[in-house]
């Protein structure tokens, strides 16, 4: 089944209210809030739900400062119930999305579903790498006074572009579970096509300047944080997951309490644009 088809499958199950939850014990990570949270008896508070604040400082990796523009959006994937089970389910706009599940406080997408769509990704890239070589090639081209010798660099370039993407499917193909990073990647990225094919709203910042954005009364629950403009001379930033609460743990790793108000510190890279002599 292509991955067309699988949205096309998840749209009209949402359209139906039917939630598709697959058990995907294979990936899921042991989650802290789980095991020692819920081990030690302790449990967020409900009378916070609604009013916690999710906080971004954007920072440029080498020189540690602010980096202002771009915009960025959360979508609140999962929610806590106020049922006193003090669990994290999906809501009501991703319920319907095929082959994810929560478990403690990560969302996961099943199995098969992460390597189809790792091997989509990896296929997406080595197009745009491609695509980027030929257009550097053409525009070099009209400087230089050989054109058999650069179509015979190019070439060789796109040969050497094609053999790095077909490396990375491969390799994207037989994602190893203990590299949970990657594994959160490809999922967040899966959720990103689901929302633009399902047209799921997300929310914008309260307070958005200098670099520095946040998100104000929100509830209880798990976010994607997505960027939707990117800042002029940075690379994308890749979208990740957030929880609220956030649990907190000494250095030890025993449990001391709940953070409400979280935040984070993205490092943005600058792109280089290369020089073509």
Same mark, same amino acid.
């Given at each position: ?74 979508? !609140? ?34 199995? @098969? ?50 053999? @790095? ?11 190893? &579970? ?13 959720? !990103? !096509? ?48 957030? &929880? ?28 280089? @644009?290369?020089?073509?002599?």
């Amino acid at each position: 089944m292509t991955i067309r088809a699988l949205f096309e499958n998840a749209a009209a199950a949402r359209i139906r209210r039917t939630a598709v939850l697959l058990a995907a014990g294979v990936l899921a990570l042991t989650s802290c809030f789980a095991v020692h949270a819920e081990e030690a008896g302790n449990h967020p508070d409900m009378k916070k739900d609604g009013g916690s604040t999710l906080s971004l400082a954007m920072t440029d990796r080498a020189t540690g400062k602010a980096v202002p523009g771009g915009r960025l959006r959360i979508y !609140q994937i999962a929610e806590m119930p106020d049922d006193g089970a003090y669990r994290y389910v999906l809501t009501e706009d991703f319920a319907a999305c095929g082959g994810l599940s929560v478990s403690g406080s990560d969302i996961v997408l099943e199995e @098969t579903l992460v390597k189809e769509y790792a091997a989509y990704l990896a296929e997406l890239e080595a197009e745009a790498e491609k695509s980027e070589v030929a257009e550097s090639d053409t525009e070099s081209a009209e400087d230089m006074e050989s054109a058999a010798e650069d179509a015979e660099d190019a070439e060789s370039v796109v040969e050497d572009a094609e053999n @790095t993407a077909e490396d990375a499917e491969s390799a994207a193909a037989e994602p190893e &579970t203990g590299e949970a990073a990657d594994v959160s990647y490809v999922t967040a990225k899966y959720l !990103q !096509q689901y929302i633009r094919d399902n047209g799921v709203e997300g929310k914008d910042p309260t307070v958005a300047e200098l670099g520095e954005v946040s998100w104000s009364k929100l509830p209880l629950g798990i976010y994607l944080v997505s960027e939707t403009e990117p800042v002029e001379g940075y690379a994308d930033i890749k979208p990740f997951f957030m &929880t609220i609460p956030e649990a907190e743990y000494d250095a030890d790793g025993m449990f001391i309490g709940y953070e409400y108000d979280v935040d984070a510190v993205p490092k943005m890279d600058k792109v280089h @644009t290369p020089v073509i002599y």
